[in-house]
């Protein structure tokens, strides 16, 4: 009987835990109704809630660097996008290849996070958490969530303005190889971007990007301003989970009290 009820425990402790790692936990406030949202769990990518780009990432000084579906996937525990090098020249003359993915819903206004990690820190490498729409016009609000790249030590986040004027701040110490929730909060009067829900910095003109209608985008490939050596192996960039909330109210109240 004593194992029974300690077999009866244990599951049910068990059963506990899954469910703690499972939840989506809303951010502070209240209100907020999960939108959107892919804990990459399984072991393909989810093609009703995302498309994957194909095609020529960057060309510079006569090298290549292509996006390659097959280098994407989930492992069952997060995304996975690998960067390659080719021994020769692909069928494009690339001898680099990264990968893309890119929302098939597109979003205005919420609070939208992401956990994500690199294999290690390498500024020969470029993974970036973003969003992005080209208007009829040619221009563009970008909002880069996560951006890792040689110009500095930490990964950025940005708000580069249909003007290509853009703000930039750099996070502290919070390394690229390590797990962090990178989120942006925005609404029609505010672009205000966290690292950890802690608050860093606010876009300087929210107004232009208030109507915009935006997808999320996943991104890494080889370094255009470093073509790192076409040897060993390349860091892989991960992410564990996305979440689109809105709705929500009450943020800037736990903002201030922080």
């Known amino acids: 009987m004593k194992d029974i009820c300690l077999s009866r425990i244990l599951a049910l402790v068990a059963l506990f835990l899954v469910s703690l790692s499972t939840a989506h936990s809303a951010p502070p406030g209240t209100g907020w109704s999960l939108a959107f949202s892919d804990e990459f769990n399984d072991t393909t990518v989810d093609s009703s809630k995302w498309k994957i780009s194909k095609g ?13 579906p097959e280098n994407v996937n989930e492992n069952g525990n997060a995304l996975v996008i690998e960067n390659k090098w080719l021994p020769s ?5 690339e001898l680099y290849s990264g990968a893309t993915i890119i929302s098939n819903q597109k979003f205005t206004h919420g609070y939208i996070e992401a956990r994500t990690r690199l294999d290690w820190v390498d500024g020969h490498f470029w993974p ?5 729409e080209y208007r009829a016009d040619g221009s563009a609000n970008e909002f880069d969530i996560m951006e890792y790249n040689h110009w500095s030590t930490y990964p950025t986040q940005s708000h580069h303005f249909p003007k290509k004027e853009g703000v930039t701040t750099v996070p502290s110490n919070a390394s690229v190889n390590e797990w962090h929730v990178w989120g942006v909060l925005w609404t029609e009067n ?7 829900g802690i608050k860093q910095f606010s876009s300087e003109r929210p107004q232009v990007a208030a109507t915009d209608l935006l997808p999320l985008v996943f991104s890494c490939s080889p370094n255009l301003n470093k073509n790192p050596a076409r040897t060993g192996q390349y860091p892989r960039f991960f992410v564990d989970w996305v979440r689109v909330w809105q709705g929500g109210g009450s943020w800037h109240q736990w903002c201030a009290d922080r």
Do not use: L
């Open 89 to 93: 020249p692909g069928p494009n003359g």
């Open 128 to 132: 970036t958490f973003w969003m992005n």
């Open 190 to 196: 505010e672009i205000t971007f966290y690292v950890d």
């Open 56 to 68: 020529q990432d960057w060309s510079k000084d006569g090298i290549k660097c292509w996006f390659y």
